[in-house]
């Protein structure tokens, strides 16, 4: 009997450990497949990376914000968020940034969206018209971001502004 116990518990721990293991390269192999975000790789010179962002905790009432097309927005892939007057937020080559607007229009009476925004580092244009207007407004147009080095990165944005 002593000895049935003895083998019991070598067994136990042998099968134990094994599926520690197991579960120890389960978890190694999942980090190694895991796709990385394209902003976060390294700039590359004359290249605007321009990465997606959460909506900003930051924002509390009126905002504007934008992805690159319907079916991005529709899943929360934003590349741009402001709060509708002061400051924008962007991940911009691997860097998320809040900026001050320069100016931006009022989207209550424009049928077209206008905000720029500047800092020492871009340039940032957004350029929008109303699509269809209710609580929210949803805007088509295109986001362009110029670098002091003449870099610039344009792409057509689909957002809503509201509050």
Not at 31 to 43: C, M, Q, V
Not at 82 to 98: F, V
Not at 112 to 136: C, Q, R
Not at 150 to 155: I, L, N, Y
């Amino acid at each position: 009997m002593k000895y049935l116990i003895i083998f019991f518990s070598a067994f136990m721990l042998v099968a134990c450990k094994k599926e520690k293991d197991t579960v120890q390269n389960a978890h190694s192999t999942d980090s190694s497949n895991i796709a990385k975000d394209s902003a976060a790789a390294h700039t590359a010179s004359g290249k605007i990376l321009v990465g997606t962002i959460p909506f900003p905790k930051e924002i509390k009432e009126c905002s504007c914000y934008f992805a690159k097309s319907k079916a991005d927005f529709e899943t929360e892939k934003y590349i741009y968020a402001d709060d509708a007057g002061k400051t924008a937020y962007m991940m911009l080559d691997g860097k998320r940034l809040a900026m001050n607007l320069i100016s931006s229009s009022d989207m209550e009476v424009d049928e077209e969206l206008t905000k720029e925004i500047e800092n020492e580092d871009y340039k940032i244009s957004v350029k929008g018209k109303k699509i269809k207007g209710e609580e929210a407004l949803l805007f088509e147009g295109t986001l362009t971001i110029e670098k002091p080095d003449g870099s610039v990165f344009t792409t057509p944005i689909y957002g809503e502004c509201g509050c």
